[in-house]
C-alpha cells in the first residue's frame, strides 16, 4: 500500500465517522461542526483524485459559505430539538427502507461510471492545460446548454423565494425612489421671515412697585 491509498482509507473512514455523527449528534451544533469535517474530508479525497477544482469549490462554498450560515441559524435560533427526537425509533425502520432503496438506486445509475473501458477519453492538449481549466472547456463546449438550463432554473428558484417570502409591513420606514425623483427644492426648504430684534414682553408690577 502506498501512501495516496493510505490516505484515501483515511479519509475515507474519517468521513464516514463524521457522516454517521452528523445524523446521531444530539446536539444541532455538533451535527452541523460534524458535517464541516466531513465535508473537509471529502475535499481532501477530491484532491488525492486530482480534481483541484471540486475539491476548493467544495471547501470554499459549502464549508466557507452555507455550513457558516447554517450555524449561525442554528446558535440563533436556538431551537429546542428533544421534542423533534421524540418517536425517532417509530420511525426508523420505514427511514432505513427509504435509505436502502434510495442507496440502490445511486448504486444503479452510477454502476455505469465506474466502467472505465467506456469513457470518452478526454483531448490530451486539453489535459495539458490543467484540471480547473479543463473542466472550463469541457462545460462552456460540450455542456453548455445544460448548464444555461440549469442557471435559468437557479434564477427562477431565486426569484420565486423572495417573492414567497416578501411581506409588506405596515410598520416599515421605506423611501420611495420616484417620489424622491420629482421631488422640489420649494417642497423641500420653507424660508421663514422674522424680525431680527424681539422686545420682551413687559410684566405687570405688583401694589408694592415691584414685578410679579
Not at 464516514?16 to 449528534?25: E, H, K, Q
Not at 467506456?118 to 480547473?132: E, I, Q, R, S, Y
Not at 424622491?180 to 408690577?205: C, F, G, H, T, Y
Request: with cysteine; hydrophobic share 55%.
Amino acid at each position: 500500500m502506498n501512501t495516496t491509498s493510505a490516505l484515501f482509507y483515511l479519509f475515507a473512514a474519517v468521513l464516514l465517522v463524521s457522516a454517521f455523527r452528523v445524523i446521531t449528534a444530539r446536539s444541532t451544533v455538533h451535527a452541523a461542526l460534524f458535517l464541516v469535517l466531513a465535508f473537509f474530508n471529502a475535499a481532501c479525497v477530491w484532491m488525492l483524485l486530482k480534481a483541484e477544482f471540486l475539491a476548493i469549490a467544495l471547501v470554499l462554498v459549502y464549508v466557507g459559505a452555507v455550513m457558516v450560515l447554517f450555524l449561525f441559524v442554528v446558535m440563533m435560533l436556538d431551537i429546542n430539538t428533544d421534542s423533534m427526537r421524540e418517536g425517532f425509533w417509530t420511525h426508523f425502520p420505514l427511514a432505513a427502507f427509504v435509505g436502502v432503496l434510495i442507496a440502490l438506486e445511486m448504486y444503479l445509475v452510477m454502476r455505469n461510471g465506474f466502467n472505465l473501458g467506456t469513457a470518452t477519453p478526454m483531448d490530451p492538449a486539453v489535459l495539458k492545460l490543467g484540471n480547473t481549466r479543463a473542466l472550463g472547456v469541457e462545460v462552456y463546449t460540450q455542456y453548455l446548454y445544460p448548464l444555461q438550463v440549469a442557471a435559468v432554473l437557479l434564477l427562477v428558484a431565486i426569484i420565486a423565494a423572495i417573492a414567497l417570502t416578501l411581506r409588506k409591513r405596515k410598520d416599515s420606514r421605506s423611501q420611495n425612489p420616484s417620489e424622491q425623483v420629482r421631488a422640489k427644492p420649494a417642497d423641500r426648504v420653507r424660508l421663514v421671515k422674522m424680525d431680527p430684534v424681539i422686545e420682551a414682553p413687559s410684566l405687570p408690577k405688583t401694589p408694592e412697585g415691584g414685578t410679579a
